[in-house]
């Protein structure tokens, strides 16, 4: 494979892909690019920029290049139309390569080297294990993309309560992606494994199939029986859902009665600015360089799992800068922050709070990643409750806890 120039190897420092901090040169190009696509109307100036990105950029390269190359898809969509036929084109080819080994395999390893998905797992089941305690059946209604390793440890946790009785759970795991339902079978045989070697009384059951968006479930297609205590969780769902039916899917979760639910989402806002190319494509970047930043520093420079997750944002970014909301197989792609999320929860629900042990088991848990990973508490006066996580004191991830308002009917 042509290893293609680093910017960073020519003296021309005119040029604008080689500024004068070289390891900039990926955003500054690219917001070049991005500009001249929406704003200056000069096609031969956007179709140079776009040359020039294709040139200096590789999805194996460093980060400035791998983060090129996978915004260079994106504004070439943009700058052409093709944003719809190119991300079928991507699912597709995601669909075909993806199997439960694979996905199992990326997943883990990526909750190995980085605590970026098990900060909110932790987080959560400390949460759920709290409101749930002394209940006697528990109907976990799971939205989540990581196959389930999110459970092995509540399992445990149940199976080591103290009572006279096992507590009987029922999971109810939501996906309406086809790459996500395709493994369902692989997941329900290892968790009711599990169980048994646990002790646990358990069901398991998919659903999202005949759906094209969460949205459009209800809360009869749940099956929430009259004796279960209830707890959702909503680890990197509700960005999936459009963003003009979003506080109709909070209430339809509230007339579940859920006895808690447990939010986690990435923090940036792609929502409020979806209006403005120039304005989400900046957020759009700051938050992926964030990404790769930690993909950079948490996996080996030749892992094959990185580049699956680096596909996998590049077909976010896709969907974000080139993508109507309705082109996207079922899946928006819309973000926000964690203040944006509690306005819209606090009109259904109101914080639980996640209590001082939960906190000390994330402290716990970064403690075995390397070093650049913390925890900081919701900004006082910003409307958020709850965590985050935090890379280089940049908020990356929140998590929260919340319980239905009293007189919610």
């Known amino acids: 494979m042509r290893k293609k120039p680093s910017p960073a190897s020519s003296s021309h420092s005119s040029d604008p892909a080689n500024p004068d901090e070289p390891d ?6 690219l917001r070049e690019c991005a500009r001249a696509i929406d704003g200056d109307g000069d096609s ?20 400035q290049q791998k983060l090129a190359s996978h915004f260079l898809h994106a504004l070439f969509a ?12 991507l699912t597709s080819v995601t669909e075909k390569a993806r199997s439960f080994e694979s996905a199992c395999k990326t997943i883990l390893k990526f909750q190995e080297l980085s605590p970026w998905t098990t900060f909110g797992h932790v987080a959560s089941n400390g949460a759920i294990l709290e409101a749930l305690e002394n209940e006697p059946n528990l109907h976990i209604i799971d939205f989540s993309d990581t196959l389930c390793t999110q459970w092995p440890t509540l399992l445990e946790a149940l199976a080591t309560r103290s009572g006279d009785e096992t507590p009987r759970l029922r999971l109810s795991v939501v996906s309406v992606a086809r790459a996500r339902l395709s493994v369902m079978g692989p997941v329900a045989q290892r968790m009711e494994r599990f169980a048994r070697l646990m002790g646990v009384p358990f069901e398991f059951r998919a659903l999202g199939e005949g759906f094209a968006r969460l949205e459009d479930l209800r809360e009869t297609d749940f099956d929430v029986h009259d004796d279960e205590a209830v707890a959702v969780n909503l680890v990197g769902a509700l960005r999936h859902v459009g963003t003009e039916r979003r506080d109709g899917f909070i209430d339809m979760l509230a007339r579940l009665k859920p006895k808690v639910v447990t939010v986690v989402e990435e923090e940036a806002d792609f929502t409020s600015n979806k209006g403005d190319f ?15 930043e ?6 080996p420079v030749t892992s ?20 109507d909301d309705s082109t996207s197989e079922g899946e928006c792609e819309r973000r926000e922050r964690g203040n944006q999320w509690c306005r819209r929860l606090g009109q259904a629900f109101e914080p639980a709070g996640l209590s001082g042990d939960v906190a000390d088991d994330v402290k716990a848990l970064l403690k075995r990643y390397r070093s ?8 006082a006066g910003d409307g958020s409750a709850g965590l985050y996580l935090v890379w280089k004191e940049e908020p990356v991830v929140w998590a929260s806890a919340w319980k239905p308002l009293i007189n919610m009917d």
């Open 372 to 379: 650049g990973w913390s925890l900081s508490s919701a900004p």
């Open 78 to 89: 943009k700058a052409t139309g093709s944003g719809a036929i190119r991300h079928r084109a």
């Open 24 to 29: 900039e040169w990926a955003a500054k190009l």
């Open 278 to 292: 120039l304005e989400c494509f900046e957020e759009c970047l700051r938050f992926h360089n964030l990404v790769f």
């Open 304 to 323: 094959n799992e990185r580049l699956v997750l680096e596909r996998e944002c590049s077909r976010g970014i896709l969907r974000v800068l080139a993508c």
């Open 44 to 63: 031969n100036k956007a179709h140079h920029l776009l040359w020039m990105l294709n040139e200096l950029s590789s999805p194996f390269g460093d980060r």
């Open 294 to 299: 930690t993909y950079e520093e948490s996996f």
